[in-house]
């Protein structure tokens, strides 16, 4: 899994994380393999207070430097052209604006997804090898130049649901006494370029 994560010039997106701001969001590209016929999505990933939003559109390749400078999209840019999708594509295109949000980081690691089979309303996620590295480009290479660990060896345990908290999470947590902490992969990932002197944007 690749994302290339957007921030404004002076990263206010990483200060609202590190200033624990309980309203906040990030912005980022996402795609999954090289192939120029696969898509690549838009996503708005919002926290409010403890709850976790997110907001995404699946764009053709071709189309997304002319999106991200934000002309109209042209038929055929969106994988489907949807109420919901063009509304997210706004909102989306309008934060980056707001923001003068350009490339700051390209972070990628294997995720193993388990979904529950009567819809995806109940997902564990397990998040191995996280790297990343400086990117200032929307270029969807999969390769990594100047990479860098964020988290070691550690594995990211995430437990996601939608409306009711599952029971049976509980049994997991209490099990293997879980306990719940941060692991923001763009916050932390710019860290470490910066103690590793790829990023100086913190100087």
């Known amino acids: 899994m690749h994302s290339i994560y957007l921030d404004s010039p002076?990263?206010?997106?990483?200060?609202?994380?590190?200033?624990?701001?309980?309203?906040?969001?990030?912005?980022?590209?996402?795609?999954?393999?090289?192939?120029?016929?696969?898509?690549?999505?838009?996503?708005?990933?919002?926290?409010?207070?403890?709850?976790?939003?997110?907001?995404?559109?699946?764009?053709?390749?071709?189309?997304?430097?002319?999106?991200?400078?934000?002309?109209?999209?042209?038929?055929?840019s969106l994988v489907h052209e949807t109420p919901a999708a063009l509304e997210a594509l706004d909102t989306f295109t309008e934060l980056v604006h707001r923001l003068g949000a350009v490339p700051q980081s390209h972070v990628c690691y294997q995720r193993e997804a388990w979904v529950e089979t009567a819809g995806n309303s109940v997902r564990v996620t397990i998040d191995r090898n996280v790297l990343t590295e400086p990117r200032d480009t929307v270029w969807f290479d999969t390769s990594m130049t100047d990479a860098v660990a964020v988290f070691g060896d550690a594995v990211i345990l995430e437990l996601k649901f939608t409306a009711r908290y599952p029971t049976w999470f509980n049994h997991l947590v209490q099990a293997?006494?879980?306990?719940?902490?941060?692991?923001?992969?763009?916050?932390?990932?710019i860290e470490r370029l910066t103690e590793s002197g790829l990023l100086y944007a913190l100087s």
């Open 176 to 189: 293997f006494g879980l306990r719940q902490r941060s692991a923001a992969k763009y916050v932390d990932g």
């Open 10 to 76: 002076d990263l206010s997106l990483y200060q609202h994380t590190i200033n624990g701001d309980k309203n906040r969001f990030k912005l980022r590209l996402r795609c999954y393999e090289e192939d120029e016929d696969r898509p690549v999505f838009f996503e708005i990933k919002r926290r409010v207070d403890n709850t976790i939003h997110k907001k995404r559109v699946a764009v053709r390749r071709q189309a997304v430097e002319d999106l991200l400078a934000g002309y109209a999209p042209p038929p055929g």
